[in-house]
């Protein structure tokens, strides 16, 4: 029966998949930049907390209030210079220049920080403990609150999006970013606007990862960036609720697969991704085709 | 054009002769040259002509260095098992294609990095072949060191020259024109009755040739075979920078940019990480301002083409300046 | 270029709001345009006909600012806006339908008005307002207008580009794609539109339709202009002439490409 206990445990990561893939899903379907240093941003973030922690000595739960805005802000200045500029030239080339941008990163970290994994100790007893239901499931306490975490934050954005006025241009811009200029809107102002999200929620991510997990240098790419990429295939383009059952599917394929062979952890999500891209591309809770 | 092949001809005798004035150091990184070289022309006929954006060409080069690694392990001479691991790697292409045929630009490029990955992950459960740590190439040839590097330095040689010719003349013939017409646009190319999805199959099908040989060639040339560092996304990010650097859609691009990488290489090799951020950095700051990367630099200034493919065309009076579009369709008015 | 017709002496002293001056528009290597040349003063509705490909949809993007001219200028309100940005030309009330619709298909009818008073100027112009002016809407305001039909869209078109209180309306097509009755009752609205001293510049492929509202009109053909004047003063023979090229009454022009 320990396998409901993994099961479980892989909802609740998913949770924190599916945050991670937000900010992916709304570059790509604001912008239609596939940002492929997604998770290398969340790494960077993870490393900003770390070494702010470093030098300011506070808490591990208050690095968020630092690096968030600082990421969102840096989210609206590469937007609006980098990719911004790569767009204007085309898709091939914002391919080109965030995978460029990712391996610069990588290995600006390598060099600067080094290859050692490093992790955000919580710190608070309290939360680094778990909690039973009888006598096969324990759940960290600090898995459920990341979860938490996730669910308020994509209910947050979901609101955002629907109710203020931002939200709704972010909206037409995506629909139609030419019509969007003859209504008086800078689609590039909005546009960063989307990066800053996409870039806080993804440090939010990193941060929350840091404290459950390791980070190192390449945790970005190896780890990260096909999770994300993974939870918005599987949950389809389009619904902030279809990422989050993306994010479920992929911990709980996961966790599947690790029953099955411990090792096998990262081949089953992987598999199950794939399988989605072959025969369901737009998803399984479909709003758009995307083939 | 006649002096193209003739200095092409010339060039390779003098290449060749190399193992018997240089030193075994030099071989090795002119190996390692000859390895960029052919996956980056590889890479540039996938983004370049078929506009389809890898990020997982590593699962051939990795694909290529295990199938030799198993022809030697089952006694076969892996100079041999070259060519083996190249038609392989093709075979292999086929299904992986039909896996990641439909998806379109970033989903295509995540597509290729997840089924590389995946194929690493598989490759690592068999411990017959190494399985997560790797293993050296259990029968090398009895020569001496000097003459198996010159043996390498030839397969290298040869490898390269056969990639460069293969694109060159498919692209020249009617695979060229689709590409081209493709690129132009798509739903005319196939109103027209150009089979654009073969076409695509097609670059999709050599490519994976291409850096399947280039993998195999790496693990003759290392002798040895570990996974994390033949399935290493690094090899797409070398193959995708020196393209882009030396000029994406150009076939003289993939050269010019492998001798960047190569320079680039040999002066930062103490500095560890630095040459791949420098190369990445330029790479971003050149597929923004230089499309046509520094070939086209080149191309635009002195109006040179080494490998005639494409046509120029002339718009006089517009401002002045040769209006020069490589490989478009020309409108008339 | 012919000079304006009808416009004399007590007007001279009106400046024009909008003036184009020899426009030349490439798409790539095709001409679009060829030395295109107009006026437009306030208050007046100003339409301008032509075939498919002649140019117009062209003009009005140029206008709009969605397309760089590579020769001539835009003069609007005094100012030369040739090479500001169109959402700053929308913010200084010129305003466009564009060709299609456009509209924002995932929002509904109320969000795509809100949008487009985002950044509106003042002015009688409200989402209130549009709802009177078309009776159906506001029952259905929260109905995804990618469900409408295309009468429909195109009035929810109508009213984003009009709560944004516009000095001068660009009208690209309206009647394109739509039934002869829905076009109609489309162009019998004007009027209650342009009470309030708009000025309308449209792009027409119907020109019965453009000659029932406009006050002035100019036609092209193959990016350069046949014909100008205002409706009384043209008979429809003179109008076919131009709109079809027919020899003897086309308008100088350079001669030469920009055929489709």
Known sequence: ?291 | MAWTGLGALVVVVVLALFPYVVGPGTETILVQAFIILTLASMWNLLAGYAGLVSVGQQAFVGLGAYFVLILNVHSVSMFSALPVAAVGCGVAALPMWWLVSRLRSGYFAIATWVLATTILLIIEKFPSIGGGTGMSLPHTPNLSSAVLEAYTYWIGLAVTVVALLAVYLLLRGRLGLVLTAIRDDEVAARSSGARVGLARMLVFVVAGIGCGAAGALLAISQLIVQPSAVFSVQWTAEMAFAVIIGGLGTIEGPILGTIVYMVLQQTLASYNAWYLIILGLVAMVVAIFARRGLWGLVDDHLHVRLFPVGYWLWTPGSNGRRGVIPRRGGRHS | MSEPNGRGAPEASRRALLEVRDLTVHHGQLRALDHVSLQVFPGEVYAIIGANGAGKSTLLRTIAGLHQPTEGSIVYDGKDVTRVRPERRATSGVVMVPEGRRLFGSLTVEENLQVGATYARKGPWTIERVYELFGWMRERRNQRTAQLSGGEQQSVAIGRALVANPRMLLLDELSLGLAPVVVQRIYAMLPQILAAGLTVLLVEQDVSQALRVATHLQCLLEGHTTLEGRPSDVTPAQVEAAYFGLSGAAAAGPSGEGSQ
């Open chain 1, 1 to 291: 029966m320990a396998w409901v206990n993994d099961i479980i445990q892989g909802i609740l990561i998913g949770g924190l998949y599916a945050l991670f893939a937000c900010g992916l899903s709304l570059m790509f379907g604001v912008m239609k930049v596939v940002n492929l240093a997604h998770g290398d941003l969340a790494i960077i973030g993870g490393y900003i907390a770390v070494g702010v922690i470093a030098v300011t000595h506070i808490p591990v739960l208050w690095s968020f209030v630092i690096v968030v805005p600082l990421m969102a802000l840096l989210g609206y200045v590469l937007q609006r210079t980098v990719i911004q500029a790569s767009l204007d030239r085309s898709i091939l080339t914002t391919l080109l220049v965030t995978f460029g941008l990712s391996v610069v990163i990588e290995n600006g970290l390598l060099e600067f920080v080094n290859a050692d994994s490093h992790s955000l100790g919580v710190g608070n007893a309290i939360i680094t403990s778990s909690f039973s239901i009888g006598s096969q499931i324990t759940i960290p306490y600090l898995l459920l609150l990341i979860f938490a975490v996730a669910v308020v934050v994509l209910l947050g954005l979901q609101y955002f999006l629907s109710v203020s006025r931002y939200g709704r241009l972010i909206r037409a811009v995506a629909d139609d970013k030419e019509a969007a200029q003859l209504s008086g809107i800078d689609y590039r102002h909005v546009f960063g606007i989307a990066a800053a999200i996409a870039f806080g929620t993804v440090a939010l991510a990193g941060i929350a990862y840091g404290m459950y997990s390791q980070f190192s240098p390449t945790t970005g790419t190896d780890t990260i960036l096909l999770f994300a990429f993974a939870a918005v295939v599987i949950g389809g383009l389009g619904s902030l609720w279809g990422t989050l059952l993306g994010g479920v599917v992929l911990g709980v394929a996961q966790a599947v697969g690790a029953q099955i062979n411990s090792s096998d952890q990262l081949l089953a999500g992987y598999i199950v991704f794939l399988a989605v891209l072959v025969f369901r591309p737009q998803g399984l809770v479909a709003r758009g085709a995307q083939s």
